[in-house]
């Protein structure tokens, strides 16, 4: 079956609302922008909990950050895991910001569904697709990132996975696909926003840290998302990105992050969503 | 020699200060948000008249239209030619609106800088290095396409040809790249353009036409090319896309353009560029 | 820690000598060119039996095919699961063929390692992290294909995942990666064979058929695949592919196996490799 | 018009017999296979007349050396441009090879005709629609490149463009295209030769040396190329490639083309190709 079949549960044809996700009194994909903030891993408590505050002060919805990190080498730091995920239950506890956070196996969803507020799938996962089954058997709101080499039609079919297993609250998300340009660690392919619009009823946000690769592109990258008519954004915040241990070039610093939420609010305004 | 070399024409080590190409009374890249529109092809005195006027009347800058066409199958329409520079100079005379017009080989540069304001270099001949060459050594600015296959450094330095030959006067353009996706006709990077502000002093444009393959998605991607920061728009409009002779399904109508300029201003506006 | 780094345990440096993976007798590396051949699922015993007995007495070395199935949409057929393994263990009595088969998931690698003898990963799952270390906990040798468009740095360091947690036994699959051409399914990418030979240790084998994705491309690259020094073939074949469940229109049939394997040999020979 | 359209000049349903390419005593596509070796540019008398010296008794049949060198950066070493083709007629006096050479514009068509025995259009050419139309009203056979980043189909309809002309004598070359991978300069797509010996009649041979970038991969990958069934290599040779001007990383040595030519002639036997 094609994604562009008019009985895929995803399609506009079959539903042609727009899908609301609903969490922790935020609606997205209801005409608001909704932003997602923080550090790529969770490293500590203090720099997690900063983070949080910091994020949340400068306006944004949703704390992100992974306690489970797939990485590309086996020495490379892998996440703190279980305890990362506690962490999170803290910065939520203070601030009460959301929390997305990802999800790398099928056995490991009963437990970090405990804690997230939306379960993250990420891009080298989107053809998990035991892990998009056990996603689509929980009622947790599931943000689904696109592959590194996957077409729109194939991400629609593995968000078509999620809600064929009784799980409707998919939130798709662009990160940038691999092409031969070297300037950018990866190239953000922003037209998938009006063709996801078009066949799909699904949110669609963008994360333009993984795109970029490097902090200086990321905040026009962003206002383009908000201008795109994109429903989010997912974006890389640490106080102190040089001794990151993950990603640490493409994450913008908290005071970087105010600056950019200074920058999207006009632009909301003038494509009539709304960011707060 | 790299692109990020210091010693480069096109770096901003060795010219700090942007550039402004200045035509017709128009500045681009002073702050300003440059439009050119018009048909992929120049096909009759009507339809590039009826198509200027209301280019023009919508806000437009400049008339974009091709004589020569580089045609992948032999067996394609390959432009007016010289009868097409003549309706062209005759649309000129008549709406007042600047000429941008594509040049295909360095022996052809002469006749078209005779009618056109800016010399357009296609996608497919950012590497013709004679025709670079010849571009040059003239005094009329150019309007560098990316090729669909290059990187940005080599835009760069394809753009370093025509300065080292004397002209300074000099546009990049975006106009998407070759991925994989398939929705789309071309991935249209619009990183490049954070990028090439930070690398150069030249303006540089979007042509989301080309890109999109697709009028129902030029819009949005319009309104994206705005707000990362680009200094203009190249965008096909044709009074009757479905009788266009080349590349109809990817114009706009000129009521459609009319409501995609309405939509641009407040954009402009948001990140402190100017529209009128 | 970069794939060329001289302290990786898939390097060349830190082991010079050429890993040989000895399984029911074969040893895969040995200056041998090894086949691994079958249907792309298994869907039957009936079919699943024709098939190994056809390869078999062509002189394949080992039976491939799958019964759990990695599926773009949800709706394909999916595989016959458990019963394909038991299939697969009838085949086995009765040819004395060695087994490949995939598995797609960490909970499933005790139950597939009871039938295989060698281990699938497959190219979608290259970078489930969870998997790799699954198959390296264990000790069946594990046949890991690279991604749609993963690197060979990404390849090698997936690699590195399976060893790192004790199981040396590893063969890599190259099968083709995504690009811009149309005319083929992916575009299979002969030069990973010298370059894996120079950086690692590692046997490496190559699909032609998922690359190809039409059957009138696959012997051809089958035989280019000898001559580029890979050390086997992992290739379909279907008694009826017209009727196949999966990938039929690259699945060669057991006569067109049959002439395959006969122009094979004299390239075996001219390039000094065993192909009994 | 498409690529496999049943009226294509270049289309096998047109003309189902093999297109032959004679030149200077040599049949090029006629069940041989022609190796054209020689250094990336032509730097002086003495390289070129050592180089063609050297491939010459290692049993190359033409000699291949570029006086206009197209070149990324306007900083490169641009050719001798004529003293080059001076050079090449030269060594042609001296050796009986036939030379290959580029040419970079249609006004160049004549002068470089006046030389070489086959003219060479670059990949960065393989658009130029001006050189496509020159280069098909002259008599002399045509080696056409694919572009780093053109689809097989894109060939076909450039090699259209020559034929329809009324050129007949078109050789196509392989030589690499641009993808995500990094350890080769380009991915070596040899999927294209059983494509093009099923879709057209015209001859293909393979490029690996631009494709590999790097010396130590040429020989395996110009292995594949006979086995795939290619009609002939176009190979780089310089004799001191530590001090080459262009490409000297991926030229091999006169004692390395040597070695190469004798592990070529039994795969050639294997699969039924004359290699003298």
């Given at each position: 079956m094609?994604?562009?079949?008019?009985?895929?549960?995803?399609?506009?044809?079959?539903?042609?609302?727009?899908?609301?996700?609903?969490?922790?009194?935020?609606?997205?994909?209801?005409?608001?922008?909704?932003?997602?903030?923080?550090?790529?891993?969770?490293?500590?408590?203090?720099?997690?909990?900063?983070?949080?505050r910091?994020?949340?002060?400068?306006?944004?919805?949703?704390?992100?950050?992974?306690a489970?990190?797939?990485?590309?080498?086996p020495?490379?730091?892998?996440?703190?895991?279980?305890?990362?995920?506690e962490?999170?239950?803290?910065?939520?506890?203070?601030?009460?910001?959301?929390?997305?956070?990802?999800?790398?196996?099928?056995?490991?969803?009963?437990?970090?569904?405990?804690?997230a507020?939306?379960?993250?799938?990420?891009?080298?996962?989107?053809?998990?697709f035991?892990?998009?089954?056990?996603?689509?058997?929980?009622?947790?709101?599931?943000?689904?990132?696109?592959?590194?080499?996957?077409?729109?039609?194939?991400?629609?079919?593995?968000?078509?996975?999620?809600?064929?297993?009784?799980?409707?609250?998919?939130?798709?998300?662009?990160?940038?696909?691999?092409?031969?340009?070297k300037?950018?660690?990866?190239?953000?392919?922003?037209?998938?926003?009006?063709?996801?619009?078009?066949?799909?009823?699904?949110?669609?946000?963008?994360?333009?840290?993984?795109?970029?690769?490097?902090?200086?592109?990321?905040?026009?990258?962003?206002?383009?998302?908000?201008?795109?008519?994109?429903?989010g954004l997912?974006?890389?915040?640490?106080?102190?990105p040089?001794?990151a241990?993950?990603?640490?070039?493409?994450?913008?610093?908290?005071?970087?992050?105010?600056?950019?939420?200074?920058?999207?609010?006009?632009?909301?305004?003038?494509?009539?969503?709304?960011?707060?």
């Amino acid at each position: 079956m094609k994604a562009d079949n008019k009985r895929m549960l995803v399609g506009r044809e079959r539903k042609p609302a727009d899908t609301v996700v609903r969490v922790n009194g935020i609606a997205i994909g209801e005409g608001t922008f909704t932003v997602m903030a923080g550090p790529c891993a969770v490293e500590s408590l203090e720099q997690t909990l900063e983070t949080a505050r910091r994020v949340k002060k400068a306006g944004a919805h949703l704390l992100r950050g992974g306690a489970f990190k797939p990485r590309t080498s086996p020495y490379s730091f892998q996440g703190l895991g279980s305890k990362g995920l506690e962490i999170l239950t803290r910065a939520k506890k203070e601030t009460g910001l959301a929390i997305v956070t990802e999800v790398m196996s099928a056995e490991d969803v009963p437990m970090v569904a405990l804690v997230a507020d939306i379960l993250q799938i990420g891009a080298r996962n989107m053809q998990n697709f035991n892990l998009l089954d056990a996603c689509g058997r929980q009622s947790k709101p599931v943000l689904l990132k696109r592959g590194l080499m996957s077409t729109i039609e194939e991400l629609l079919l593995s968000a078509e996975y999620i809600l064929s297993r009784g799980n409707p609250h998919v939130i798709l998300c662009e990160r940038g696909v691999r092409t031969f340009e070297k300037y950018t660690r990866n190239t953000l392919d922003l037209s998938i926003v009006p063709v996801v619009k078009k066949l799909s009823h699904l949110p669609i946000i963008v994360d333009p840290s993984h795109a970029a690769g490097i902090r200086d592109y990321v905040p026009a990258l962003s206002r383009a998302s908000v201008a795109v008519g994109a429903d989010g954004l997912l974006v890389e915040v640490h106080p102190r990105p040089e001794r990151a241990k993950c990603d640490g070039s493409q994450s913008l610093t908290p005071d970087g992050f105010d600056r950019l939420m200074k920058t999207l609010r006009p632009i909301a305004r003038a494509v009539g969503k709304k960011l707060r």
